[in-house]
C-alpha cells in the first residue's frame, strides 16, 4: 500500500499542508525544527491513532487551535481510500472513511498500516519494559485490529483491579468478602482478557524472532547474533499458546499473588508485568549493548515487523525518520539496500547527503512552514 496524499490542519506547526505522494522513495529535507517529522508523525498517526513522540494528543494540535486534522488518501491494491482522523484532546476524536463518518475510530485501524523508525526508538532497546510491550501490542493491532480492542479491555479491567487493590490496601485489614468476592470477577476477567493478549504475543515473538535475527545480521554482520524471548509475569519458561491454559495459568497466578496483591496495592500478574528480552549474544542487550548496536537492534525489530506485515500479503508504509545521520557508511548503505524494494519509503533528513544514494525517488524541501517540491 501507499499513501497517495496527506493533508493537515492544525497539525504540530501545520496551519495547513498538502502533501502529494507517490509510491517508491520520498524525502522530506530541511534544516532542524522545519516540520519534516511532524509530516510523517501524521501518516504514523493515521495508521495506529498514536504518535511515536507525544504519550498524549495534545501536542500534536497547533498551538491555540481547538483541534487537528489529518486526512490520507491511501491506495491498496488500485483500490483507494481517504482516512480522515479529527484529533480533540481531551474529547473523543473522530474518524471518517471515504468522507462518512464512522462509529468509533478504531473500526478503521488497519486501513493504512504503517512500519516507523525514529530515534526515539533507542528506547526500545534501553527504554523501560513497557515501550517494548508497547512495540508488541501495536504491532499486533497492525496485524490484527481486533487486538485494540483487547488491549483496552485489559486495560479497563487493570485500573477497576488496581483501584479495588488500592483501597483494599489503604484499609490495612483483612478484606471482607464483599471485597474478595468483587476481587474473584476481576480476576476472571483479567485472565480471560489477559490470556487472549499473552497469546497474541506469545505467537508475535516467535514470528519476530527468525526476522529480527536475520535483520540484524545484514545490517550488522561483524556483532553477536539478536535474539528475543518474551518473558512472563506468570515466571512459567515455556508458555503455549492455548487461550484456555493460558486463561488458567493467569488464574493460579493472580490466587497465588493475591495476598502481596492486597498488601501492596497493585495487580503483580498479568501481561502488563510482562518483558520482551532482547539479547545479543550471550548477554543482555539492555545494559550491555553499544549505542551502535542498540541502534540497530532497535532498526532489527522494526525492520522485522515490516517484513511480518509484508508476510501478511501486502507491504506497509516505511518510514525512516532522522535515521540515516546515525548510521556508519556500511550500515547505511545495507540498510538502504534492505528498504528500496518496499513499495513506499517516506525519508526525513536535514542535509541530502544523509539520504543514501542507493535511494533514489521524489524529493521535497521542508522549510519555513511550507513543503515544496524538488
Ligand atoms: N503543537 C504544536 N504547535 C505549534 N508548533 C509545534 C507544535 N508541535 C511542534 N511544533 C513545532 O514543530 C517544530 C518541530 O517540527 P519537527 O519535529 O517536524 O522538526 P524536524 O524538521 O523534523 O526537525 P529535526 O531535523 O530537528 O528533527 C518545532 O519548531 C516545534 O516548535
Not at 501490542?137 to 485490529?145: G, I, K, N, S
Not at 547505511?332 to 525517488?361: F, K, N, Y
Amino acid at each position: 500500500m501507499h499513501v497517495a496524499h496527506l493533508s493537515l490542519q492544525d497539525f504540530r506547526s501545520y496551519a495547513t499542508a498538502e502533501v502529494a505522494l507517490g509510491p517508491g522513495v520520498t524525502a522530506f529535507v530541511g534544516p532542524n525544527g522545519q516540520g519534516k517529522t511532524n509530516l510523517v508523525e501524521a501518516i504514523g498517526y493515521v495508521a495506529s491513532h498514536g504518535s511515536h513522540r507525544a504519550a498524549t494528543d495534545a501536542p500534536l494540535v497547533r498551538q491555540g487551535a481547538p483541534r487537528a486534522i489529518v486526512r490520507a488518501g491511501v491506495v491498496k491494491d488500485d483500490r483507494k481510500a481517504l482516512i480522515e482522523l479529527e484529533i480533540n484532546p481531551g474529547k473523543a476524536n473522530r474518524a471518517r472513511l471515504n468522507r462518512s463518518p464512522v462509529p468509533r475510530p478504531r473500526e478503521i485501524l488497519g486501513m493504512l498500516r504503517t512500519v516507523l523508525f525514529a530515534p526515539e526508538d533507542l528506547a526500545l532497546v534501553k527504554g523501560d519494559p513497557g515501550e517494548r510491550r508497547r512495540f508488541m501490542d501495536e504491532l499486533l493491532t497492525a496485524r490484527a485490529p481486533r487486538f485494540a480492542a483487547v488491549r483496552s479491555d485489559y486495560d479497563r479491567v487493570l485500573k477497576q483491579r488496581n483501584a479495588l487493590l488500592k483501597s483494599a490496601a489503604a484499609h490495612r485489614r483483612s478484606p471482607g468478602p464483599e471485597v474478595l468476592a468483587t476481587l474473584d470477577v476481576w480476576d476472571a476477567h483479567l485472565a480471560r482478557t489477559g490470556a487472549e493478549l499473552l497469546a497474541g504475543r506469545v505467537e508475535l515473538v516467535e514470528a519476530l524472532r527468525p526476522l529480527v535475527a536475520r535483520a540484524y545480521a545484514a545490517l550488522a554482520p561483524s556483532s553477536g547474533a539478536a535474539d528475543l524471548h518474551y518473558k512472563s509475569s506468570l515466571g512459567a519458561e515455556e508458555l503455549s499458546t492455548d487461550r484456555g491454559r493460558l486463561a488458567e495459568q493467569l488464574l493460579a497466578g493472580v490466587a497465588e499473588a493475591r495476598k502481596q496483591e492486597l498488601e501492596r496495592g497493585v495487580s503483580l500478574v498479568g501481561p502488563h508485568r510482562d518483558e520482551l528480552v532482547l539479547r545479543l549474544g550471550e548477554l543482555p542487550a539492555r545494559g550491555y549493548a553499544s549505542h551502535g548496536e542498540s541502534w540497530s537492534f532497535a532498526l532489527g525489530l522494526r525492520l522485522a515487523a515490516f517484513d511480518l506485515l509484508r508476510a501478511d500479503g501486502d507491504d506497509p508504509v516505511l518510514i525512516l525518520d532522522d535515521v540515516f545521520a546515525e548510521l556508519d557508511a556500511g550500515r547505511r548503505s545495507r540498510l538502504a539496500e534492505m528498504v528500496a524494494p518496499a513499495e513506499q519509503v517516506l525519508i526525513t533528513a536535514a542535509v541530502p547527503a544523509d539520504v543514501p544514494a542507493e535511494l533514489t525517488g521524489g524529493s521535497y524541501t521542508v522549510a519555513d512552514g511550507r513543503v515544496v517540491r524538488e
